[in-house]
């Protein structure tokens, strides 16, 4: 199945006297760019989390948000950095003897200079608490999939209809391009009849100018590509996982054959079909970016 590198998914569990509030959000991007914000007490599992992330998702730029709250007894104590207070004291001093300053400083200023304090949590089992929130990533991850998969068969049925259109465009190219040559041929003969009157026209000059024409206008090997690369695009969309750098590539070469269609054209009918085949090939392409 098809899945959008657009999506949305929010769980929020209560184990083991732990609350743990998950949100996966996603945009459309290369590889996949995964950004955490989290509680300083979960940061031990940032390599886990992002394996974890890993199962669900192959590209897109994802932004995890996590909430903890531990609402048992709690085991936390202060602690306090002598060391680092002596220092914030020594160079607070230093600035007031060079600058001329008044040294007012007291114990309660002192004590809200960053790290002097700091709460330091009693011992936690990591594996059990790993399990918990595990449990809450993953709840939000399955919902986050359900989002993208919405997302894709949407995207899956607007490809589908924008590629049957291009078909219907190439088969019209192809029926129109003979008509052509068989025009200027009609063209160059009545041409050189209003000019040269009764005079018999050679049949070999006028071959070889047909002839040369054809040859350069021709799009047949165009056709083939296009209806070929159209078929795969097709064939990838009922496959589904994981294709969106294949059709990325299929687009850039359906774009570049209906450059070469135009630039080959000498037809008003066969030139407004080719832009109208290229506009829609642009549309595919904006549509491919947001595929996983």
């Given at each position: 199945?098809?899945?959008?590198?657009?999506?949305?998914?929010?769980?929020e569990?209560?184990?083991?006297?732990?609350?743990?509030?998950?949100?996966?959000?996603?945009?459309?991007?290369?590889?996949?760019?995964v950004?955490?914000?989290?509680?300083?007490?979960?940061?031990?599992?940032?390599?886990?989390?992002?394996?974890?992330?890993?199962?669900?998702?192959?590209?897109?730029?994802?932004?995890?948000?996590?909430?903890?709250?531990?609402?048992?007894?709690?085991?936390?104590?202060?602690?306090?950095?002598?060391?680092?207070?002596?220092?914030?004291?020594?160079?607070?001093?230093?600035?007031?003897?060079?600058?001329?300053?008044?040294?007012?400083?007291?114990?309660?200023?002192?004590?809200?200079?960053?790290?002097?304090?700091?709460?330091?949590?009693?011992?936690?089992?990591?594996?059990?608490?790993?399990?918990?929130?595990?449990?809450?990533?993953?709840q939000?991850?399955?919902?986050?999939?359900?989002?993208?998969?919405?997302?894709?068969?949407?995207?899956?049925?607007?490809?589908?209809?924008?590629?049957?259109?291009?078909?219907?465009?190439?088969?019209?190219?192809?029926?129109?391009s003979?008509?052509?040559?068989?025009?200027?041929?009609?063209?160059?003969?009545?041409?050189?009849?209003?000019?040269?009157?009764?005079?018999?026209v050679?049949?070999?000059?006028?071959?070889?100018?047909?002839?040369v024409?054809?040859?350069?206008?021709?799009?047949?090997?165009?056709?083939?590509r296009?209806?070929?690369?159209?078929?795969?695009?097709?064939?990838?969309?009922?496959?589904?996982?994981?294709?969106?750098?294949?059709?990325?590539?299929?687009?850039?070469?359906?774009?570049?054959?209906?450059?070469?269609?135009?630039?080959?054209?000498?037809?008003?009918?066969?030139?407004?079909?080719?832009?109208?085949?290229?506009?829609?090939?642009?549309?595919?392409?904006?549509?491919?970016?947001?595929?996983?």
């Amino acid at each position: 199945m098809i899945k959008s590198m657009t999506g949305f998914g929010r769980s929020e569990i209560t184990v083991h006297d732990r609350k743990f509030t998950v949100e996966i959000k996603s945009v459309n991007h290369r590889y996949l760019d995964v950004n955490i914000k989290m509680p300083k007490a979960l940061n031990f599992f940032d390599a886990a989390i992002r394996q974890e992330l890993k199962k669900y998702m192959s590209r897109g730029k994802v932004d995890l948000y996590i909430t903890y709250e531990n609402m048992g007894e709690t085991t936390a104590s202060v602690k306090y950095n002598k060391d680092l207070a002596a220092e914030y004291l020594k160079y607070l001093g230093q600035m007031a003897e060079e600058f001329g300053l008044e040294n007012d400083i007291r114990v309660s200023t002192l004590s809200k200079y960053p790290e002097v304090f700091e709460m330091e949590e009693g011992e936690t089992d990591e594996e059990e608490l790993w399990k918990d929130l595990q449990c809450a990533i993953d709840q939000a991850c399955e919902v986050f999939v359900k989002t993208r998969i919405t997302e894709g068969e949407n995207l899956r049925s607007d490809l589908t209809e924008k590629i049957r259109h291009m078909q219907e465009l190439v088969a019209f190219i192809e029926k129109r391009s003979p008509g052509i040559i068989e025009e200027y041929r009609g063209r160059i003969d009545a041409r050189v009849r209003e000019i040269l009157g009764d005079v018999k026209v050679d049949e070999g000059r006028l071959l070889t100018e047909v002839t040369v024409f054809a040859d350069r206008i021709c799009v047949d090997e165009e056709i083939v590509r296009l209806k070929s690369h159209m078929a795969t695009v097709l064939d990838e969309l009922d496959k589904g996982e994981n294709i969106g750098r294949k059709l990325d590539f299929l687009a850039q070469e359906l774009n570049r054959e209906a450059n070469t269609i135009l630039s080959k054209s000498t037809d008003l009918e066969i030139a407004n079909c080719g832009i109208e085949l290229k506009t829609e090939i642009e549309k595919v392409r904006e549509q491919i970016q947001n595929i996983e």
